[in-house]
């Protein structure tokens, strides 16, 4: 699968923060139930990586790293068995690294020059982080201009509320969001709920 298969998958991509191991499959669970199946674990704790692995056991999720900063992180996250990788932004080292790898890879872009640096790698898909905070969609709209071919996934700031007027540019393909994953120890029903919601919104 490549990244623009990835994103195109469901309309939001949760970002998930997993403190103990002992949650990562019930939330997956619960997230897949609910049509949600590309899951961005964040290598924000040191949780995240035992939690990747467990994840890659249930059924019908496609589960990468997210904060994936460097290429000895892109390397522990692979080692993990990530589907994919997502970075908050985008370094020469860091790109090099996941393209000789050859897995998709989702940096994150803030302005021309970051998109730019993605391109001269062959990169056409990022991420738009931190999505609000950098202008919100009229950033993204005159980012988007000048690079017909780029598609992207604002991250950062999005909500169930902002996230449709997101979706309905064009080339926004997907968002990532935190909220339908909380914190902590999951509710099933709850996150299923959230994440039926997320599906709707094509």
Do not use: Y
Request: with cysteine.
């Amino acid at each position: 699968m490549n990244i623009d298969a990835i994103m195109r998958t469901a309309p939001v991509i949760p970002v998930i923060v997993i403190d103990d191991v002992a949650h990562a499959v019930p939330l997956a669970e619960a997230l897949v139930a609910g049509g949600l199946r590309v899951l961005e674990v964040t290598l924000r704790t040191p949780a995240a990586l035992p939690a990747i692995r467990a994840m890659k056991q249930v059924e019908g999720a496609i589960v990468g790293a997210g904060t994936v900063t460097n290429p000895r992180e892109l390397d522990a996250a692979l080692e993990a068995g990530s589907e994919f990788i997502v970075s908050p932004g985008l370094t020469e080292n860091l790109g090099k690294a996941a393209v000789a790898a050859g897995v998709p890879f989702l940096p994150g872009i803030a302005n021309a020059g970051d998109i730019m640096r993605g391109m001269d790698l062959g990169l056409d898909r990022f991420k738009f982080f931190p999505a609000m905070a950098a202008g919100g969609l009229p950033a993204l709209k005159a980012l988007a201009a000048p690079f017909g071919q780029c598609r992207f996934c604002p991250t950062g700031g999005i909500s169930l509320d902002n996230a449709p007027e997101w979706l309905a540019f064009d080339p926004v393909l997907c968002v990532g969001g935190s909220w339908v994953s909380p914190k902590g120890a999951p509710d099933k029903a709850m996150v299923e709920r959230l994440a039926k919601e997320a599906f709707g919104l094509r």
